[in-house]
């Protein structure tokens, strides 16, 4: 017999619960460094690899998803400037990463948010000494989860033939984020980390 979802599993599919702790996620003992990563993730990856940079797949205006509207103090979900991009190290995608901020934000808020390009928001972000720092929060994303389908999608993974040739641990992705502020404005940002991260070994240096 064929199931199908009723309309409160499908949501339940779309939606995640943040945890404080990482210890919540049953996370691989590997990526556990990477999600509880207490500095730049930016300077992190550049540990990591020859060659870092940032693929930005857009910067545009969008709703946001439910469970970020009340983090960045909006009554329900809304249209917030939203930023996403892939970064890859020595090439290979390693990390999604989605960014929102409110509209109501303004430029004296986040000075470079609009021009950043493909520099990185990390770097923006550690570098100025106005931003405050939230606590992380992290998460297990479902394969229907919106951001575990964008970042499928922005890999070139989002045909129907691969969801039904991977398992279902596959599919799941663990994610972290944390709300930055700045003046007036707030800023949260969603890293989705990628199975290739755990290849990426540390880089030796010079003497």
Known sequence: MKHTLTPARSASLRQTRWQPHVLALNAPAALRPWLTEDGSLTARLKAHSSSFRVQCLHQQTALCLNDEAASIGMHRAGRVWEREVLLRCDNTPVVFAHTVVPMSATASD???????????????????????RGELEFARLRAGHPLALRARKALGLDGPDVAAAAGADELILYARRC?????QG??????VFLPSVLALLPQQTSK
């Open 179 to 183: 709300l930055y502020r700045r003046r």
């Open 186 to 191: 707030s800023l949260l940002v969603t890293e």
């Open 110 to 132: 986040w000075p470079l948010f609009s021009a950043l390009g493909e520099r990185s928001l990390g770097t923006t972000l550690f570098g100025d000494p106005q931003v405050r």
